[in-house]
C-alpha cells in the first residue's frame, strides 16, 4: 500500500526498522551492514532499504530533519507498512560537559521545546519516552546496563575511524528534542544540563509520541557530533561514518529485546 510519502509493497518492509535522518547514512547502512539489501522506497530522495541481518529481516530508511519530517515517516511506516519497532541511528549535541566526540547516547527520555504533543492529553504535560525493552537490551549491549561489565576496549589497529569508536562512551539518560537548529538559548540549556539532559538533537520526542500514539516501539540512539560547551565538532564526513556503534547496539537491542 503506497502512501503519500513511501512507495514500498506490502511485505517490502520488515518489522524492525533502522532510522537515520540523513539518506546517505541509510544507503550506507544497507550496503555495509545488511545482507541482500534492496531499495524499497525513494520518495523525494528519502530512501529505504530491507535485507537481512543474521538471518533477521530489517529495513533501513532515512527520516530527514525535524519531528514533523520524522512524525510523518514513523506514523506511514507503524500504521500502514506493518511496523512494530523502530529504532532512530542519529547525531546530537552535547550538552553534558562529560561527554566527547564520538561518544553514544541511550535517550532514555526526550523533552522538548515543540508543541506537537502539548495538547495531545488536555490537562497532561506528556512524557516522551521509548521502549523500556529496546533501551534495556541497548544498555546491556552496551555494557552500562545493571549487572553488566562494559565490554573490553576493540584493538587500536586500523583506521583513524575505526580507532575513535573504539574509545567512544556509551551514556543512558535524557536529550532534548528541539525545533529549532539554530537557537541562543545559553540559560535553557544549562537549566537542562542542570536536570540530566546529555543531549540536543531534532527527532526523539517526535518518535517516541508517534510510537505511543500507533502501538508501536521506539527508541534513539545518538552519536554526539558536536559540543555545546566547547568548540568541538566532526566534519560532515565523520559524521557519515562515525556512528557503526550505535547501529550495532541499535541491532543487538532488535535481536535481544
Same mark, same amino acid.
Given at each position: 500500500?503506497?502512501?503519500?510519502?513511501?512507495?514500498?509493497?506490502?511485505?517490502?518492509?520488515?518489522?524492525?526498522?533502522?532510522?537515520?535522518?540523513?539518506?546517505?547514512?541509510?544507503?550506507?547502512?544497507?550496503?555495509?551492514?545488511?545482507?541482500?539489501?534492496?531499495?524499497?522506497?525513494?520518495?523525494?530522495?528519502?530512501?529505504?532499504?530491507?535485507?537481512?541481518?543474521?538471518?533477521?529481516?530489517?529495513?533501513?530508511?532515512?527520516?530527514?530533519?525535524?519531528?514533523?519530517?520524522?512524525?510523518?515517516? @514513523?506514523?506511514?511506516?507503524?500504521?500502514?507498512?506493518?511496523?512494530?519497532?523502530?529504532?532512530?541511528?542519529?547525531?546530537?549535541?552535547?550538552?553534558?560537559?562529560?561527554?566527547?566526540?564520538?561518544?553514544?547516547?541511550?535517550?532514555?527520555?526526550?523533552?522538548?521545546?515543540?508543541?506537537?504533543?502539548?495538547?495531545?492529553?488536555?490537562?497532561?504535560?506528556?512524557?516522551?519516552?521509548?521502549?523500556?525493552?529496546?533501551?534495556?537490551? @541497548?544498555?546491556?549491549?552496551?555494557?552500562?546496563?545493571?549487572?553488566?561489565?562494559?565490554?573490553?576496549?576493540?584493538?587500536?589497529?586500523?583506521?583513524?575511524?575505526?580507532?575513535?569508536?573504539?574509545?567512544?562512551?556509551?551514556?543512558?539518560?535524557?536529550?532534548?528534542?528541539?525545533?529549532?537548529?539554530?537557537?541562543?538559548?545559553?540559560?535553557?540549556?544549562?537549566?537542562?544540563?542542570?536536570?540530566?539532559?546529555?543531549?540536543?538533537?531534532?527527532?526523539?520526542?517526535?518518535?517516541?509520541?508517534?510510537?505511543?500514539?500507533?502501538?508501536?516501539? @521506539?527508541?534513539?540512539?545518538?552519536?554526539?557530533?558536536?559540543?555545546?560547551?566547547?568548540?568541538?565538532?566532526?566534519?560532515?564526513?565523520?559524521?557519515?561514518?562515525?556512528?557503526?556503534?550505535?547501529?550495532?547496539?541499535?541491532?543487538?537491542?532488535?535481536?535481544?529485546?
Amino acid at each position: 500500500m503506497a502512501t503519500p510519502h513511501i512507495t514500498a509493497e506490502p511485505g517490502d518492509l520488515a518489522p524492525d526498522v533502522l532510522m537515520p535522518g540523513d539518506p546517505r547514512r541509510a544507503t550506507r547502512i544497507a550496503e555495509t551492514v545488511l545482507s541482500d539489501a534492496r531499495l524499497v522506497t525513494e520518495v523525494r530522495g528519502i530512501v529505504g532499504y530491507t535485507g537481512t541481518f543474521e538471518d533477521r529481516p530489517v529495513s533501513v530508511m532515512a527520516s530527514g530533519m525535524g519531528m514533523p519530517s520524522m512524525t510523518i515517516y @514513523a506514523t506511514e511506516l507503524f500504521r500502514f507498512f506493518g511496523v512494530e519497532r523502530i529504532i532512530r541511528i542519529g547525531t546530537a549535541g552535547g550538552m553534558a560537559p562529560h561527554l566527547e566526540l564520538g561518544d553514544v547516547v541511550i535517550a532514555s527520555a526526550a523533552h522538548t521545546d515543540s508543541a506537537m504533543t502539548a495538547g495531545r492529553i488536555p490537562g497532561v504535560h506528556y512524557s516522551h519516552a521509548p521502549s523500556f525493552a529496546l533501551a534495556a537490551a @541497548a544498555a546491556v549491549a552496551a555494557g552500562v546496563g545493571p549487572g553488566t561489565t562494559p565490554p573490553p576496549p576493540e584493538p587500536a589497529s586500523g583506521s583513524r575511524r575505526r580507532r575513535r569508536v573504539a574509545r567512544s562512551t556509551v551514556h543512558v539518560g535524557a536529550v532534548f528534542s528541539s525545533d529549532a537548529f539554530y537557537a541562543d538559548r545559553k540559560a535553557t540549556d544549562e537549566r537542562l544540563v542542570a536536570h540530566g539532559t546529555l543531549a540536543v538533537e531534532m527527532e526523539a520526542a517526535g518518535l517516541y509520541a508517534t510510537a505511543d500514539a500507533e502501538g508501536g516501539q @521506539a527508541l534513539a540512539i545518538c552519536t554526539i557530533s558536536d559540543l555545546l560547551f566547547r568548540e568541538a565538532s566532526l566534519p560532515a564526513a565523520d559524521r557519515e561514518l562515525l556512528f557503526d556503534r550505535a547501529v550495532a547496539l541499535g541491532l543487538a537491542a532488535l535481536a535481544t529485546a
